[in-house]
Nanobody, 125 residues
């Protein structure tokens, strides 16, 4: 059973930066595609970014492309989300998620098997 734990959330002013990290345990991390999703109060959980098991391919939501960068370090069982140019509308709980390398669509929350507990990101104006 894969377990994921996020860290790095917090309060930042608009225009600032944060880096979220997700550390996995209990499985073969290098065989997992990884994704980041976010959920604001009263909203659905939205796709933010994803990276394939090898790190070769990345995907981004239009709203964050050019500001956020997803990466991974398989040797450390870790995935990261570098967030620059943060806006108040980026405020949400951010979730790390994983699915097997050979299944599912990386941009669809319902296809992910494993989820972290989430970390709050708040961007003040």
């Amino acid at each position: 059973q894969v377990q994921l734990k996020e860290s790095g959330g917090g309060l930042v002013q608009a225009g600032g930066s944060l880096t979220l990290s997700c550390v996995g345990s209990g499985g073969t991390f290098s065989l997992l595609n990884m994704g980041w999703f976010r959920q604001a109060p009263g909203q659905e959980r939205d796709f933010v970014a994803a990276i394939t098991w090898s790190g070769a391919i990345t995907y981004y939501a239009d709203s964050v492309r050019g500001r956020f960068t997803i990466s991974r370090e398989n040797a450390k069982n870790a995935a990261h989300l570098q967030m620059n140019g943060l806006k108040p509308e980026d405020t949400a709980v951010y979730y790390c998620a994983a699915l097997s390398w050979n299944s599912g669509r990386l941009t669809q929350a319902k296809d992910y098997t494993y989820w972290g507990q989430g970390t709050q990101v708040t961007v003040s104006s």
